[in-house]
């Protein structure tokens, strides 16, 4: 008979059994241990640092392989920053409870009252790490990090000296080696402090943070853009809807007076709405006509002027208390908010490069457009220097389009990076030749050059054609068996005729000269022409001749005059007997003339031109004798 089988063992028997085979554990890892003994070393390696009084570039690098240890020299390794940027922030946490405590401001913790020098060591370990971080021997981000955990364990008024020192070390910070590193925690860190900051209280602040985000971020830096044209809906402007007792003003007036910001703080839904935009028309047409009937002296414009330091600072919301409305209605700086307002609202509604859908309609752009007038005539009218103040905001308003139109065409990047050029990888595609002088011909010509510098100098490198080889293409156009179209005729190439010019006024004047009477065509030489052709520039025009003849008769007429006033001085002198050869001068002086003339008329006029200046020949001879007797008359007397 069998023995009986025993019985199984138990889960806990079977796992005493596989513990039995498993070997030795090994003692816990040390790993923990090790990290905070390396961060302790590392922060008081950095302690002793931050009391050496010379400048960051001259120990931060021998600190950091001290107190690192690196693999490499000057570079730190992944795990070796993270170690280093735990130790700092741990340091920077303790530096900061220790101002704390100490009842001072953080960043004026350890300065010295008697010497007036900056000892803070916060101040000292930032300009370490920030020197590390632009050397790249650290990660760039590392002193963004530490600049937002301070601004986090900072009160507001040790946030504004903690943000002085960012915009003292905004030009470091901005370069791009940094900048890329760090920007999302720089942007993160400004966005906390204006969720902390009061709106009203904190105005100058608010504004200092938001003009270095503006320095410090590109124009084109696409967080900051609004790309969607949200608005701020949020901005809700609470006034009274049931009047008060003892209200001077018109109730009604002041409920349609505020209920323009419901308006203003949504364009786009008044845009969409017909309804809405009857409702604020009515409304701001009731506004101005209330505005254009109790006009502003200069008076209230001296009472309210901002120009002196003690005015300039001014709420930026105004109050809506119905019993202020006598009061506001009398402020200029009042009523010019309110019509600013209405013009950045028309502004919106014809915002360039809206289709027809988005835009608005007839009829609503005749309202906006005389709204907009009755809104600028008010502006011009208060005091003081309206219209200074109106053509400022029309200036500003024309800007504006230009952004309009910069974010409707995708915000295009105004910054161009540098060109750099970049050797060309193998299998990669062949770029075009950059050639010195911008193309191959002309690049290849100056090195030829180059090469050959003796034909420079060559006498026939350059020779200048003459007259009748120059125009003798002309010459072939101008036959009429010839056939030549105008469109090709040579005297159609402006540079041709240019060029031929120029050379006849320097070998052939006569020729140069018949280009004020004949054109481009008198020009040619004779020779070249055919006869038919030549017949018409070999004769010179008629009005020229006949106005050469006329100049020489009243200069010949001119001269006896002269000499009868010389003569009549002598009469009235008493001097009757004269010497007969002095009135017998222009006798000869005539006669010499009426010869000359009478030489030179048949080389001058030849041909068909000669009955033509006939006439002028017996006018002359008119004048002649009529000059003849008056002497005679002269002697006799």
Not at 152 to 165: A, L, N, R, V
Request: aromatic share 8%; hydrophobic share 35%.
């Amino acid at each position: 008979m069998a023995e009986p089988s025993p019985p199984p063992a138990s889960n806990a028997g079977l796992r005493i059994l596989l513990s039995k085979d498993r070997p030795a554990p090994s003692p816990p890892p040390t790993a923990a241990v090790s990290s905070h003994a390396d961060r302790d070393r590392i922060i008081g390696v950095f302690r002793s640092a931050l009391s050496r009084n010379e400048p960051p570039e001259t120990f931060s690098l021998q600190t950091v392989q001290e107190a690192i240890k690196p693999q490499k020299e000057t570079v730190l390794v992944l795990e070796e920053n993270q170690s280093l940027e735990n130790a700092l922030r741990t340091l920077l946490q303790e530096l900061v409870s220790s101002a704390v405590q100490s009842g001072k401001k953080i960043m004026q913790y350890g300065n010295s009252l008697d010497s007036g020098e900056s000892n803070c060591p916060i101040t000292r370990l930032l300009d370490i790490v920030l020197y590390l971080c632009e050397r790249g021997h650290v990660e760039g981000g590392m002193v963004f990090q530490l600049l937002e955990d301070l601004t986090e364990m900072s009160t507001i008024k040790d946030c504004k000296d903690i943000f002085g020192y960012i915009e003292s070390q905004q030009d470091v910070l901005g370069k791009q080696e940094l900048f890329g590193r760090g920007k999302l925690v720089m942007l993160r860190t400004c966005n906390q402090l204006l969720r902390r900051l009061s709106k009203a209280n904190d105005v100058v602040f608010c504004g200092r943070i938001i003009m270095f985000l503006a320095h410090f971020f590109p124009l084109s830096e696409r967080s900051a853009l609004n790309i969607k044209g949200v608005f701020n809906t949020s901005n809700v402007t609470k006034y009274e809807k049931d009047a008060m007792d003892g209200i001077s003003v018109d109730f009604n007036f002041y409920k349609t007076l505020w209920s323009l910001q419901e308006h203003f703080s949504n364009p786009a839904l008044t845009n969409t709405n017909p309804a809405k935009w009857q409702k604020f028309s009515s409304n701001l047409a009731v506004v101005l006509s209330t505005f254009e009937a109790q006009p502003l002296s200069d008076d209230d414009g001296k009472l309210n002027n901002l120009n002196e330091e003690e005015d300039a600072a001014f709420n930026i919301k105004y109050l809506t208390s119905s019993k202020l409305m006598g009061l506001e209605l009398k402020d200029p700086s009042f009523r010019r908010h309110i019509l600013v307002q209405c013009l950045i609202f028309f502004d919106y509604l014809k915002a360039p490069g809206k289709n027809d859908k988005e835009g608005p309609t007839g009829s609503m752009k005749e309202e906006i457009k005389s709204c907009e007038e009755h809104v600028k005539k008010l502006l011009e009218i208060i005091p003081p220097k309206g219209k200074e103040f109106l053509k400022s905001i029309e200036h500003i308003l024309e800007r504006e389009k230009n952004w309009v139109w910069w974010k409707r065409d995708g915000c295009l990047a105004f910054e161009k990076p540098p060109f750099e050029k970049k050797p060309g990888q193998a299998g990669g595609r062949k770029r075009k030749p950059r050639w010195r002088l911008g193309n191959k011909e002309l690049s290849q010509l100056w090195k030829w050059a180059e090469q050959n510098p003796n034909v420079l100098t060559d006498p026939d490198r350059v020779r200048m054609p003459s007259i009748t080889e120059y125009w003798k293409p002309l010459a072939e156009d101008m036959d009429p068996s010839a056939g030549i179209e105008e469109e090709y005729h040579h005297k159609s190439n402006r540079v041709y005729c240019w060029k031929g010019l120029r050379f006849s006024a320097r070998q052939d004047l006569d020729g140069f000269a018949r280009f004020s009477d004949y054109g481009i065509e008198g020009v040619v030489p004779s020779e070249l022409l055919p006869p038919e052709v030549n017949a018409r520039f070999s004769s010179k025009p008629a009005e020229k001749v006949k106005r050469t003849r006329r100049e020489d008769s009243k200069g010949m007429s001119a001269q006896p005059k002269e000499q009868q006033v010389a003569a009549t001085p002598e009469t009235d002198g008493g001097g009757s007997g004269g010497d007969p050869e002095e009135g017998a001068a222009p006798m000869d002086s005539d006669n010499g003339g009426v010869e000359d003339s009478q030489k030179r008329s048949p080389g001058e006029v030849s041909g068909p031109e000669s009955g033509q200046c006939e006439p002028e020949a017996d006018a002359d001879d008119n004048v002649k004798t009529e000059t003849t007797s008056r002497d005679a008359r002269a002697r006799v007397v």
